[in-house]
């Protein structure tokens, strides 16, 4: 029996990884943030550029912005070679609540710390 794919049917692009991801997406949340800061920026800065020239800079343009992307994607790709994926106790955050820093006659007298989860108060 043949399998078909879905378009959702995406995996995490690191090497080894088979995490679902799903369209739009090309690393697993682990690997996405094992990435330096740097490298993140320079990837999403290539892609933004070589989708902003696909439809109105001459061809030569949008073949030297592509060239920088995948250059970038190749990059992020060896780096990811080296590292672990990021644990997802790392990628927790904390928040404060602003309120709380507004005016110190607030009731409470301290702030109230929240700790966030993907996308979720705990």
């Not at 799903?22 to 070589?50: E, I, N, Q, T, V």
């Not at 609540?97 to 409470?108: C, L, M, Q, T, V």
Request: proline share 4%.
């Amino acid at each position: 029996m043949r399998r078909t794919f879905s378009k959702l049917d995406v995996h995490c692009a690191a090497e080894g990884c088979d995490v679902r991801i799903g369209k739009g997406k090309l690393f697993c949340k682990g690997h996405y943030f094992s990435l330096p800061k740097a490298l993140r920026d320079r990837l999403w800065s290539a892609w933004r550029a070589a989708m902003t020239a696909y439809a109105r800079a001459p061809r030569l343009e949008q073949d030297r912005l592509n060239r920088e992307y995948q250059q970038a994607y190749q990059d992020c790709r060896e780096y990811l070679r080296t590292v672990r994926p990021t644990s997802a106790e790392a990628m927790t955050t904390v928040a404060y609540d602003a309120r709380d820093f507004a005016s110190p006659h607030i009731e409470g007298g301290q702030p109230q710390q929240f700790n966030y989860f993907s996308g979720r108060m705990l």
